[in-house]
């Protein structure tokens, strides 16, 4: 009696194809959840500056309380980045990277900004606001709730 081999191209294909629905589902990074990310227009922090990263060392010299506060006043570093060029560039990069690297993000600003991120990111952020009462267009729970209902 004669045993019968399958088909060398059909165990290979076989083979081929499960090695690359392995390394499909590798490529995609776990989910990340951010829960920090802000969409501020760049006046908020003096216009679109320079700023540090927590790649190097960054220094807090104490600030002048007769100058504007601007972030490069407030934190140094050897190498800045020069931060994006518009408030639509902040969001595309933003968007960008959140999609890069599977990330869904909990994301502050005023109701109408938040919107118009979360409807940019294709469910990517997590609306949220900031009731700090003390700061100009503090945001309310009934913001809040007005946000989330969207």
């Known amino acids: 009696m004669r045993t019968s ?7 290979s294909a076989i083979y081929l194809l499960l090695c690359g629905a392995g390394s499909a589902t590798a490529q995609q990074p776990l989910p990340v959840i951010d829960m920090h990310l802000h969409a501020h227009p760049l006046a908020d922090y003096g216009g679109g500056g320079k700023v540090c990263l927590n790649t190097q060392p960054m220094l807090f010299p104490g600030v002048d309380p007769r100058r504007p506060i601007t ?4 934190l140094t570093c050897r190498a800045p980045l020069q931060s994006s060029a518009s408030d639509d560039a902040v969001m595309t990069e933003s ?3 959140l999609k890069r690297y599977n990330i869904w993000a909990v994301t502050s600003g005023t ?15 997590i609306p949220a606001a ?9 945001r309310t729970p009934a ?8």
């Open 5 to 11: 081999f399958p088909d060398v191209r059909a165990v």
């Open 71 to 74: 972030l490069d006043r407030v």
């Open 95 to 97: 968007i960008a990277l």
């Open 111 to 125: 109701p109408a900004r938040v919107g118009t991120w979360r409807a940019a990111a294709g469910g990517r952020i």
């Open 130 to 138: 900031s009731f700090a009462s003390a700061l100009p267009g503090a």
């Open 143 to 150: 913001d809040f709730r007005r946000l989330i209902a969207d």
